[in-house]
C-alpha cells in the first residue's frame, strides 16, 4: 500500500454534484483511473456507473490506495489478468449511495469497506468453519464481471468515440468515485471510525493479521519471524502481538522499513528493546520483548 489516491466531498447525501438532484436509481457520471492496456498508464475518464442489480450496492469510494496485487494485474503479468479497458483497486472505503432489490443489510449513507472475498452466508462452504472461501462469491483474480449477470457496471466512450464496457477487478475496483460492489462484498463499519484510515481493513490488515491470528494461529510466548515489512508484513507483527508472542523478528532487505517497523511498534502501549542485527543481505530487527 502507497497511500491514499482519491478522497470526495458530500458523504452518503446520496445527489449528484451537478444540481443536487438524487442519484439513486440513475446512471452516475464520475471520474476514474481507467486501465486501457496492460503496463499503459492510467488515464483519468469519464465514466458511466449504472445503477446497483439484484444484490448490489453502489458505493461512493471516498479513500482508496494501492496495493502490488493491483500492480501485477495492471502489468499482465498472467494472460488471465489481461481483460481491458478495465478499473483496478481494491483498498478502499466509502459509503453505500444506493442498493439493488434483494439488498436487506446495507442502506444508503452505511459506511462500508470493500472486501475481495465475499460471503453468501448460505452455502456449505459460508457454514463450514473450516474455510471463508465462499462457493459464489470468493476472491478470482481473474473475473472482470458481476455475479448476477456476467456484465459489467462501468462504461466508457473509447478513443473512437464508442461507447464500451470497462471491466471489474477483485469483485472491487475501487479507481473511481463511484464504484458497484455485490452486496457480499461490502462490510458495514461503524460510522465512527475514521474512513481514512479503515480502508486498510480492505486488505493489507486483514491479511497480515489473519495470517498470525489465524493460520500461524500463533501461540502466547512464541517467537515469530515477519519476512518484508511492508503494510502486510507490519499487520503480521502486530497480529503475533495481539496473540501474545514474546519475540517477534523482521527481516527485511531495505534498512528504511526498520523505521517504520520501530515507529508502529511504539505505538502501542508496551515497552521493548531493539537489536540490528546483519545477516548476508538481510537486515533483522529483533523485538525482544513484550510486555502487554
Not at 523478528?249 to 537489536?275: T, W
Request: net charge neutral.
Amino acid at each position: 500500500m502507497d497511500g491514499t489516491l482519491a478522497a470526495a466531498a458530500g458523504i452518503g447525501t446520496g445527489t449528484s454534484s451537478n444540481g443536487g438532484a438524487s442519484t439513486r436509481g440513475k446512471p452516475i457520471k464520475c471520474k476514474a483511473a481507467v486501465a486501457w492496456g496492460p503496463g499503459e498508464p492510467l488515464a483519468m475518464e469519464q465514466v458511466e456507473v449504472a445503477p446497483p442489480g439484484r444484490l448490489e450496492v453502489r458505493v461512493k469510494v471516498l479513500f482508496t490506495s494501492i496495493c502490488h496485487t493491483d500492480l501485477s494485474a495492471w502489468k499482465g503479468e498472467n494472460e488471465l489478468h489481461r481483460k481491458f479497458p478495465r478499473i483496478f483497486g481494491h483498498e478502499a472505503a466509502g459509503v453505500v449511495e444506493s442498493v439493488g432489490e434483494g439488498v436487506e443489510d446495507l442502506v444508503p449513507g452505511d459506511h462500508v469497506v470493500p472486501i475481495f472475498t465475499g460471503e453468501c452466508r448460505e452455502c456449505v462452504y459460508c457454514e463450514s468453519d473450516k474455510t471463508n472461501l465462499c462457493g459464489t462469491y470468493r476472491v478470482n483474480p481473474f473475473k472482470s464481471t458481476m455475479v448476477s449477470d456476467n456484465g459489467t457496471r462501468f462504461s466508457v466512450v473509447d478513443r473512437s468515440g464508442v461507447r464500451q464496457p470497462v471491466y471489474h477487478f477483485l469483485n472491487t475496483s475501487t479507481f473511481t468515485e463511484y464504484t458497484v460492489l455485490d452486496a457480499a462484498c461490502a462490510v458495514k463499519i461503524n460510522p465512527k471510525a475514521p474512513l481514512e484510515r479503515m480502508y486498510l481493513l480492505s486488505c493489507g490488515i486483514s491479511t497480515g493479521v489473519g495470517a498470525a491470528w489465524n493460520t500461524a494461529n500463533v501461540s502466547k510466548g512464541s517467537t515469530v519471524a515477519v519476512f518484508g515489512l511492508g503494510a502486510v508484513g507490519l499487520a503480521v507483527a502486530e497480529g503475533a502481538r495481539l496473540r501474545g508472542a514474546a519475540q517477534i523478528i523482521g527481516v527485511d532487505i531495505n534498512p528504511e522499513k526498520f523505521i517504520k517497523g520501530v515507529c508502529s511498534a511504539i505505538s502501542f502501549p508496551f515497552s521493548l528493546s531493539l537489536s540490528l542485527l546483519s545477516f548476508s543481505h538481510f537486515h533483522i530487527l529483533v523485538k525482544l520483548q513484550n510486555k502487554m
